[in-house]
């Protein structure tokens, strides 16, 4: 088919100029990715104003004496909530970044068990793993003991504890901000390689004329748009396989394993698509790449702050929210660290990320097909 024919040459074009600049544009797709993920990957969260919700099922002297001890420093800003069914609510609407349970056996359990219990969420891995040893202290002065139960599935918990302190993930094994961090950092180089990709290529070849006599030649002018957006994705997969490889390099996992890695390549390939659309958009329109890259950056920019890629979208602002609601790489960054993190797919999350994606996707490509300029003013 002539506009395969014509795509493919144009295509193979592209990657020839990429291929030219190789090893310049490998290691701009480093720097990025590894200065993120080596400062805030490494980068203790803080240990004051944690927010933590306490159940006190023991209701003794020692147990109201421990809180007070949790209470009188800055370490924690502590809620007193009923119930461990209603904290754990709270901790997975991300409303709190740990839950405390004090056991009826506070503070000393039979046999050497645990007599409070830290649930926390991967995105809060960081945070309570930094607040656990103060909890632990205040729990030893009761004379309580300190376990662990590194993955005590949810499914198991229930309304009255069975089970001072032991550190539970309630989501997942994977419990680390560096692997949450990675997850966002993924979306982000997907979505930033498109803007370094196509686009760029459009405005420099207007500005030597190039493109010009490719829509004056007798080919399928859609073969020049799909031609830019394919390299443009192709491009960022290249960095999307860079980023995830420092990610791994510096200690993430990824709980899915190989099938994982395919699944994040998916994603990212989904996101990077979009881009590529919208970018060729951009770049059809402007004609200096200062420009470009201002107006391109303004787009992207908020997109990944509003995805959550360094916090849980959920704690921002109200007035916010919405926003994030309706971002396409909110629900790229959130399958990533589903595949990162959890090790599976929740039937809903998979349904509501790729439907949002494939969506994203369409529109992208539609909006380039349809808005590309075929003339030169």
Do not use: C
Request: glycine share 8%.
């Amino acid at each position: 088919m002539p506009l395969l024919n014509d795509t493919y040459a144009l295509f193979k074009r592209e990657m020839l100029i990429f291929r030219s600049n190789l090893r310049t544009n490998i290691i701009r797709s480093m720097i990025f990715p590894l200065v993120l993920i080596l400062f805030f990957g490494n980068l203790g969260s803080t240990t004051y104003g944690v927010n933590v919700a306490i159940v006190n099922y023991a209701n003794n002297p020692q147990s109201h004496s421990f809180i007070n001890a949790l209470s009188s420093q800055r370490t924690l800003s502590i809620v007193g909530i009923t119930s461990q069914t209603n904290a754990l609510s709270m901790l997975q609407k991300e409303s709190i970044d740990a839950a405390i349970i004090i056991l009826p056996s506070f503070p000393a359990a039979s046999g050497g068990a645990p007599s409070v219990d830290v649930y926390y969420s991967d995105s809060d891995a960081q945070a309570v793993s930094a607040i656990l040893p103060f909890i632990q202290t205040q729990a030893q002065e009761y004379g309580g003991s300190v376990g662990a139960h590194i993955n005590t599935p949810t499914s198991s918990l229930s309304d009255p504890p069975s089970s001072p302190a032991s550190l539970i993930p309630l989501y997942g094994t994977n419990s680390n901000y560096k692997v949450f961090l990675v997850g966002g950092i993924i979306a982000m180089v997907a979505a930033f390689g498109t803007v370094f990709g196509g686009g760029i290529s459009i405005i420099t070849d207007r500005q030597l004329g190039n493109l010009k006599s490719f829509l004056l030649a007798p080919i399928n002018k859609l073969s020049i748009i799909m031609s830019k957006i394919l390299s443009g994705t192709l491009q960022s997969m290249l960095y999307v396989m860079v980023a995830i490889a420092i990610g791994l390099l510096d200690g993430a996992t990824i709980a899915m394993g190989p099938l994982g890695l395919l699944w994040i390549l998916l994603i990212a390939g989904m996101i990077s698509l979009g881009f590529s659309g919208v970018t060729t958009i951009l770049a059809s329109r402007i004609n200096k790449v200062e420009v470009y890259s201002i107006v391109a950056n303004v787009i992207v920019l908020p997109m990944w702050f509003l995805s959550g890629a360094f916090f849980p979208a959920s704690s921002l602002p109200s007035f916010m929210r919405p926003l994030s609601t309706y971002n396409p790489m909110t629900y790229a960054t959130q399958a990533v660290r589903d595949v990162m993190i959890l090790g599976y797919f929740p039937a809903n999350a998979i349904l509501i990320d790729m439907s949002a994606l494939l969506a994203f996707l369409v529109f992208g490509i539609v909006a380039s097909v349809l808005l590309f300029k075929t003339h030169i003013d």
